[in-house]
C-alpha cells in the first residue's frame, strides 16, 4: 500500500501547488497522518509515506472514517479548496467489510461533490465498494494488495481526467463571482419580534455592498413563520435603491410555530427558478442566507439536502435560542454556520459572511486582455430517452422528428456535443451510445430508421437506472468527469409500472439534468419527481404537438453551455 500511494504521489503535481495531499489511515477509528496543508514539497510527502507505521486494531470501520474525512479533512480549514472549484479526489484501499454501515457517509461524500475511488481486495465486499465509490467505475478489485500496480493505470486515467487545463503563465487570482442570486430567509415568527429591526438593518448593510443589476447580483428576501411569504423575487428589483426601499418597509410577520423545513423547501420550490428570476442553470452562484432565532418545529433534514444537491450555497446565522446542530445540517457546511448571541449583535458576523459569499476563482494574466479561464468545456452530453411501448407506436413517428430538430441545433461535428439515444418499454434498448457517431449527419440517419419497439408494461424506473448504469458512463461516451453538462430528455406517453422515484435520484445524485416531455397520458406527478426542477417538467396534448415546446427545450439546453469570451474574465462561482 506504501508503495503504491509513493507511486501515485509521484505523478503528481505537487511543487507547484497544483495538486494537494493527505493521508489518513484507520480501523476502530481514523488518524490524520498528515493534512491537504501540512505539506507543500513532493520530498516531504513521499518521506513521510516511506515512514508511515502499520496501525493495527479491529473493527473496520469504513463508515465512521469516511464520517471524519467529510468533517474533519475535506475542509477549507484542513487545506481543501472546494470552494474554489478544485476537484475533490478520495481514494479508498480497503482489505475488508467494514463493521459499521458506510451508507450515509458515503452518501454525504458524494453530495459534497466527492469523487470517491475504492480498491479492495477479495476479502472486500463488492457492493459496499460500489456503494463508496462515486461510480460504478470507479470500484476496483486486486486479488491482494501487492497486485495494485496493475491497476494503477487505470487509476491514473481517471484522476488525469479530472484535471481542467490552465496555462501556467496566468496568475490565480481570487475574485468574487460577477454575479450573484441571493436569496435571504428572515425569521418572522412571534419569537423574532424584538430582534426583526436589527435582521432589517443587517440586509441593508449587506446589499449596501451588493454589485447590484440584472446582469449582476440578484436580491430576494422572504419571511417564514408557520409559512414562508415572498416580499420580493430575484427579479423583482434591479437596482440597489428599490431593493434597500423595500427592506427598510419590511413589516415583521408574526405567528408560530417556526417551520423551517417548509421555509426551506419552498425556496427550493418558487424563489431558486428561473420564473422568479434565478440564474442557477446559466452557472449563476446561488447562494441562500437563513436569519434564524429558534428551533424548528419541523423536519429540515430532507428540505436541506435538496438544497444542497441542486448547489445551492446555504449561509446559516443563528442566535443563542437557535439550534446549532440544525443550523449545521442546514449550512452548506460547518463553517458555513455563524452565530450570534443576539440579533442585534449581527454587525459582527457581516465581514465574515462577505468572505463566505466571494470565494470565486479566476485564471487571468494581468499584463494583456487574453484571460485563459477556468470553466466547462462548452458541450453537452445529450441522451435520448424515447417511450417505445404499445402506447405510443402512432406518436413514434412525431417523436423521431422531435428528436432529428433537436440534434439540428447541436454541435456535434466539432466534438463539442455528444448524442445517445435509447428506446425502452418493459426494458431500455440502447440505439447508439454517446460516443458510437462523431457526426450530425450519422446520427439523423439512424434516428429516421429507427422502428417503434414496442411492448408493454412501460417500465420507466428500470429504464432510469439502466442509463445511470451503462450511458452516463465514461466507457459509454459520457465526459461528466471532464466537468461537461450531462442531459436526459425524457419522452413519455404513459405512466410508469415500477417506481421511479430511487432512480431518477440517483441520477440527479450524478448531477445528470433531465427534461421530461408527457402527453396527456402521463402522470403529471411522476414527471415532475423524475425532471430535475419543475421548470423542466413540460408537457403537450399529444407527441404530434412536440414542436409547441420546441423553443422552451432549446432555451433550457442552451443555458448550460457556459460560453466563454476570450476578452472578459469569466468567474468560476461556487
Known amino acids: 500500500m506504501q508503495d503504491f500511494v509513493q507511486r501515485v504521489v509521484e505523478t503528481l503535481s505537487v511543487d507547484d501547488n497544483k495538486d494537494r495531499v493527505s493521508v489518513v489511515q484507520y480501523s476502530r477509528d481514523p488518524a490524520v497522518q498528515f493534512y491537504l496543508n501540512t ?174 443589476g440584472e446582469s449582476k447580483d440578484r436580491v430576494s428576501v422572504v419571511q417564514y413563520s408557520s409559512d414562508a411569504e415572498v416580499h420580493f423575487d430575484l427579479n423583482t428589483y434591479t437596482t440597489k435603491e428599490d431593493i434597500v426601499d423595500s427592506v427598510r418597509g419590511l413589516r415583521h410577520r408574526g405567528g408560530r410555530p417556526l417551520n423551517t423545513g417548509a421555509a426551506l423547501q419552498y425556496v427550493r420550490d418558487n424563489v431558486f427558478t428561473n420564473s422568479a428570476g434565478s440564474r442557477r442553470l446559466q452557472g449563476v452562484p446561488q447562494i441562500l442566507i437563513l436569519l434564524n432565532g429558534g428551533r424548528s418545529f419541523d423536519n429540515v433534514d430532507t428540505p436541506a439536502s435538496v438544497l444542497k444537491q441542486q448547489g445551492i450555497i446555504v449561509i446559516g ?122 457526426t450530425k449527419v450519422e446520427i439523423l440517419d439512424i434516428v429516421r430508421g429507427l422502428r417503434h419497439k414496442g411492448g408493454r408494461p412501460l417500465n420507466t424506473g428500470a429504464a432510469l437506472q439502466y442509463l445511470r448504469n451503462n450511458v452516463f458512463t465514461a466507457s459509454a461516451g459520457s465526459r461528466r468527469l471532464e466537468g461537461v453538462p450531462q442531459v436526459l430528455i425524457l419522452l413519455s406517453g404513459g405512466r410508469s409500472s415500477d417506481s421511479v422515484d430511487a432512480p431518477a435520484s440517483a441520477l440527479k445524485q450524478l448531477g445528470v439534468l433531465t427534461f421530461v416531455i408527457g402527453t396527456k397520458g402521463s402522470d403529471r406527478r411522476e414527471l415532475q419527481k423524475i425532471s430535475h426542477d419543475d421548470n423542466s417538467a413540460l408537457s403537450v396534448s399529444d407527441f404530434t404537438d412536440l414542436q409547441r415546446i420546441q423553443q422552451q427545450l432549446q432555451s433550457s439546453l442552451e443555458a448550460l453551455v457556459i460560453d466563454v469570451t476570450p476578452e472578459s474574465p469569466t468567474v468560476l462561482g461556487m
Open 39 to 212: 505539506y507543500a514539497t513532493k520530498v516531504e510527502i513521499l518521506d513521510i509515506v516511506r515512514g508511515l507505521r502499520h496501525k493495527g486494531g479491529r473493527p473496520l470501520n469504513t463508515g465512521a472514517a469516511l464520517q471524519y474525512l467529510r468533517n474533519n479533512v475535506f475542509t477549507a480549514s484542513a487545506g481543501s479548496r472546494r470552494l474554489e472549484g478544485v476537484p475533490q479526489v478520495l481514494i479508498l484501499l480497503s482489505g475488508g467489510r467494514s463493521s459499521d454501515s458506510v451508507d450515509a457517509p458515503a452518501s454525504a461524500l458524494k453530495q459534497l461533490g466527492v469523487l470517491t475511488f475504492v480498491i479492495g481486495t477479495k476479502g472486500s465486499d463488492r457492493r459496499e465498494l460500489q456503494k463508496i465509490s462515486h461510480d460504478d467505475n470507479s470500484a476496483l478489485s486486486v486479488s491482494d494488495f501487492t497486485d495494485l500496480q496493475r491497476i494503477q493505470q487505470q487509476l491514473q486515467s481517471s484522476l488525469e481526467a479530472l484535471v481542467i487545463d490552465v496555462t501556467p503563465e496566468s496568475p490565480t487570482v481570487l475574485v468574487e463571482p460577477a454575479q450573484k442570486d441571493i436569496v435571504f430567509l428572515l425569521d418572522g415568527s412571534d419569537g423574532t419580534r424584538n430582534g426583526f429591526p436589527a435582521m432589517r438593518d443587517f440586509v441593508e448593510k449587506v446589499v449596501e455592498k451588493l454589485n447590484v
Open 317 to 438: 446565522i443563528g442566535t443563542r435560542s437557535s439550534d446549532s446542530g440544525e443550523l449545521r445540517k442546514i449550512s452548506h457546511d460547518p463553517n458555513y454556520t455563524l452565530s450570534v448571541s443576539e440579533f442585534t449583535d449581527l454587525p459582527s458576523v457581516q465581514e465574515q459572511l462577505t468572505s463566505l459569499m466571494s470565494t470565486g476563482l479566476v485564471m487571468a494574466t494581468p499584463m494583456t486582455p487574453t484571460v485563459t479561464v477556468v470553466t466547462h468545456p462548452t458541450g453537452r452530453d445529450v441522451v435520448f430517452l424515447l417511450d417505445g411501448s404499445d402506447g405510443t407506436r402512432t406518436g413514434f413517428p412525431a417523436m423521431q422528428d422531435f428528436v432529428q430538430r433537436v440534434v439540428e441545433t447541436l454541435s456535434v461535428d466539432d466534438n463539442k456535443d455528444r448524442v445517445s439515444v435509447v428506446q425502452y418499454s418493459r426494458d431500455p434498448a440502447v440505439q447508439f451510445y454517446l460516443n458510437t457517431y462523431a
